[in-house]
């Protein structure tokens, strides 16, 4: 492929993304979730839709069904999730999330917790954020403060949000067609 292959992959990106909320809480009101309705203003900045918002306890089978049903919905491209990452006993988002995924996105949660170290120190080493794509969709898991939240939608979920979709959604080209696409 030619040097310039995110350019080309980006033909491909819708001019909307719809995207399902959940904020992992036990916690949470609609009134006082201002992580959950921080996603949904920055989503809608540049032009996507939230076509769900739901607080979900912390209980690992209820966080997985919530996935689950987001990502049924025809309506829905995308599932944000936030809160649940951290390392104390009712922190299981990622392990309720983390099987469903069928190409995990390690970059994702690498560079969310060396973004975030620049930020908060070493304490970023306790985040579990997470991406990866299921049933051709993409699933992200942030923690649950707003600058975490801030953090990963502007710089990272933002910008390619609707390239991931894009690629998702091709059935044009040969798996590979996509081979070597990757900077090396």
Not at 65 to 84: E, F, S
């Amino acid at each position: 492929m030619s040097g310039d292959a995110p350019s080309a992959h980006r033909a491909y990106a819708p001019a909307d993304v719809g995207c399902a909320v959940l904020t992992v809480s036990d916690s949470r009101t609609p009134e006082d979730d201002t992580s959950g309705k921080l996603i949904r203003e920055l989503l809608s900045a540049r032009g996507h839709r939230t076509v769900e918002h739901a607080i979900v306890p912390d209980d690992l089978d209820t966080i997985r069904l919530a996935v689950l049903r987001a990502l049924a919905r025809d309506d829905v491209d995308a599932v944000i999730a936030t809160g649940g990452t951290g390392v104390s006993p009712r922190d299981v988002t990622p392990e309720a999330v983390a099987p469903l995924l069928e190409k995990p996105l390690a970059g994702f949660g690498e560079i969310f917790r060396a973004l975030s170290f620049q930020e908060i120190g070493a304490a970023a080493v306790l985040s579990r954020a997470l991406a990866g794509t299921c049933g051709g969709k993409v699933v992200y898991v942030l923690p649950g403060s707003s600058g975490a939240v801030r953090l990963g939608i502007e710089r990272l979920i933002g910008p390619e949000l609707a390239h991931v979709v894009g690629q998702l959604r091709r059935k044009d080209a040969p798996p590979s067609a996509h081979r070597g696409h990757a900077r090396k």
